[in-house]
C-alpha cells in the first residue's frame, strides 16, 4: 500500500487505539471501584458513577471512530473488505462495546444487565488483545 498517503489516517487511528485502550482502564477502575462500594453497601462518592458514563461514552465514540476509519481506509484502498482476520475483530470490539454500553444503562432496570456488563467487558479485554494483534499484523506487512 502506498502507505504516506494514508498515513494521517492511520495516525489518527493509533491515537485513538492508544486513547481507547487508556478509557477501558479507567473504566475499570471505576467500575470495579463501583462495584466493591456497592457490594460493601458504602455509599458511591460524587461524580464516580457519572466519571464512569462519561468515559463509557467516550469509549463509544471511539470505537466507532475506528471503525470507521478502518472501513473507509480500507475501502479507499482496496475498494472492498474483509483482507484479514482484523475485520472480524473490529467488527466484535464494536459489538462488545456497544453490547456492554446497551447492557450499562439498563441496570436497575433489569436483573441480568449487571452480569452482562461485567462479560461483555471481560471478553472485551481479550477483543482489544485481538485487534491490536490482528491490526499490527497489516501494519507489519506494509513496513518497509
Ligand atoms: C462501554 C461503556 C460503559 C458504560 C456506558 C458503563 C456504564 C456503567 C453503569 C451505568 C454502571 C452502573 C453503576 C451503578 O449504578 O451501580 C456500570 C457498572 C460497572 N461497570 Fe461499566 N460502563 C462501561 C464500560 C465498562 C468497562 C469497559 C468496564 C470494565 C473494564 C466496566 C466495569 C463496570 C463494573 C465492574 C461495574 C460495577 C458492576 C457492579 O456494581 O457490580 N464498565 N457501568
Ligand atoms: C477498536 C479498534 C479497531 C477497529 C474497530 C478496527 C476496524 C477495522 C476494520 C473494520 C478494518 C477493515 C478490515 C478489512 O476489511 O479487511 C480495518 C482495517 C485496518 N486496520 Fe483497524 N481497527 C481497529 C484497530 C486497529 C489497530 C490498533 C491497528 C494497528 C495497529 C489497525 C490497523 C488497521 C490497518 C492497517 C487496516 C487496513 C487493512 C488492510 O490493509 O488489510 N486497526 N480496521
Not at 470495579?32 to 464512569?52: A, C, D, N, T, W
Amino acid at each position: 500500500m502506498d502507505l504516506p498517503s494514508f498515513l494521517w489516517l492511520w495516525k489518527i487511528a493509533a491515537w485513538s487505539m492508544g486513547l481507547a485502550i487508556a478509557a477501558y482502564f479507567l473504566l475499570a477502575i471505576a467500575g470495579i471501584s463501583l462495584r466493591v462500594l456497592r457490594l460493601k453497601r458504602m455509599p458511591y462518592p460524587r461524580g464516580l458513577r457519572e466519571f464512569h458514563l462519561a468515559i463509557g461514552g467516550i469509549l463509544v465514540c471511539l470505537v466507532l471512530l475506528l471503525l470507521s476509519i478502518g472501513i473507509i481506509g480500507t475501502l479507499g484502498y482496496y475498494g472492498n473488505l474483509g483482507h484479514s482476520p482484523h475485520l472480524v475483530a473490529g467488527i466484535l470490539v464494536v459489538v462488545l462495546v456497544l453490547v456492554s454500553a446497551g447492557s450499562a444503562l439498563t441496570i436497575g432496570k433489569w436483573d441480568k444487565a449487571r452480569s452482562l456488563h461485567l462479560l461483555t467487558n471481560i471478553i472485551l479485554f481479550f477483543g482489544f488483545l485481538f485487534v491490536s494483534f490482528s491490526g499490527w499484523t497489516i501494519v507489519q506487512k506494509y513496513l518497509p
